[in-house]
């Protein structure tokens, strides 16, 4: 799943609304409202140089406006809701499931920045435990309703391949659609797992806009070690 997870103020959350409904119109609708919300960003064809040191991933943002069924087969993982989560723990957390698909954007907040986040009412974080060990995370955003935002969802190459992820998807599912829900939506980028959008697709998610998201690489601003995600060369 995509790293970046922004706190959006009226302004942004009324620019997404706009481009939601747009995009359920049609592919010309989306454009043109696209072209009115944001007209100095679109790119031009071709190539596009990046400053060395940067990274870019194309980002797809998916959503679903209905529950979905949920995964099939019982899931052998212990997942717990993780009240208030410790800062520590969660950062832990977070880089070992994160670090390989370049994850970095809590890594970068300063204790109250995350705490704001993870501490706060409309914040769900679950994780999946296995051999004792906690192996995978779950993160809920409530903070814009009716929309809930799946923010992260991953596990540690400990658990890859063994049906984790659909019983975290499973938790997600069952959670997301309480008390009203009317969209639940994620995003994910093309430094992710090559199988999180199909992973999506699959659980009921529908692809409806992308984007281009360029940033630091985050292995050169010590936010992470120049030896994770090795797949992705470090160019500086």
Sequence with gaps: MGDKTPDYGPLEIERTARLVEAARQGKDAYNDEFERVFPRKTLSDGYTDLAFGKLAAVVTYL??????PLPEGASTFDVRRVEKPD?????????????????????????EELAAILHHAGVEVYALSAGGRD???LELDRRSPPDVELAFLGVTTAV?????GRALMRVALEQAWRAGTKRFWVHTCSLDHPRALSFYIKAGFRPYKRAVEVF???RLTGDLPRT?????PLIA
């Design 63 to 68: 959503e679903m406006l209905a529950p979905a």
């Design 87 to 111: 800062l520590c723990w969660y950062r832990e957390l977070f880089r070992r499931v994160g670090e390989d698909w370049l994850w970095f954007s809590r890594l970068r907040m300063t204790d």
């Design 135 to 137: 192996e995978g995370l």
């Design 160 to 164: 890859l391949q063994r049906g984790a």
């Design 216 to 218: 630091d690489d985050p």
């Design 228 to 232: 994770a995600a090795r797949h992705i």
